[in-house]
């Protein structure tokens, strides 16, 4: 398992038809190889650093005698463990019921509240670089339903798209998403 200390990380599986999905973007505090711990088989996902990076390897023998001789570490654990679960369910959920557009725009919305920043401008840049194909598999669309929303998006004033996503418009761009709450 992986502590990152600082920066920005993208973790992407190969999927049965070759490609690669973006499963989770990671930020400085966050546990990576969590969920295999403990398993004696490969660990399925890879993880490419995006910014300056710093990280703490923690060995498997190392961890289980801390776990087992420290509750409050084991329960910490444990809590990381419940909110990516919770995480995950909450978006096979969402992902049910909101149809691609808005699915997309949601994946934008999560990613620039949870590593983006504010430019001079007053835009959202994501933090991290991230490909429209990326983008697409996050959110559980095709790349051609992805480009489409982004042109859409773009002519609607809630993103600016190049080489990297803006979001110009955070308030167009959570309407469009489905969530009325401010961002956190």
């Known amino acids: 398992m992986v502590l990152l200390t600082k920066g920005l990380a993208k973790v992407l599986v190969n999927t049965e038809s070759g ?5 989770a973007v990671r930020a400085g505090g966050d546990l990576i190889g969590e969920v295999a711990f403990g398993e004696s088989r490969p ?6 650093t ?6 703490q390897l923690i060995r498997t023998d190392l961890l289980a005698t801390v776990l087992a001789s420290n509750p409050r570490i084991h329960y910490e654990m444990t809590r990381v463990l419940s909110e990516r679960l919770r995480w995950a369910d909450e978006q096979r959920a969402v992902f049910a019921v909101l149809p691609a557009r808005a699915r997309f725009a949601r994946v934008i919305v999560e990613i620039a509240g949870t590593c983006g920043h504010t430019t001079r401008t007053g835009q959202w840049e994501l933090g991290v670089p991230l490909s429209h194909s990326e ?3 996050f959110a559980g669309v095709s790349l051609s339903s992805a480009e489409k929303t982004l042109r859409e ?3 609607q004033g809630a993103v600016a798209h190049r080489r990297r996503v803006l979001v110009t418009n955070m308030t167009a761009l959570r309407g469009l998403a489905g969530l009325s709450a401010p961002n956190p």
């Open 43 to 48: 660990h399925p996902a890879t993880v490419v």
């Open 135 to 137: 983008l697409a598999s």
């Open 153 to 155: 998006l773009r002519q």
């Open 50 to 55: 995006c910014t300056k990076t710093s990280v």
């Open 19 to 23: 490609h690669e999905a973006l499963l």
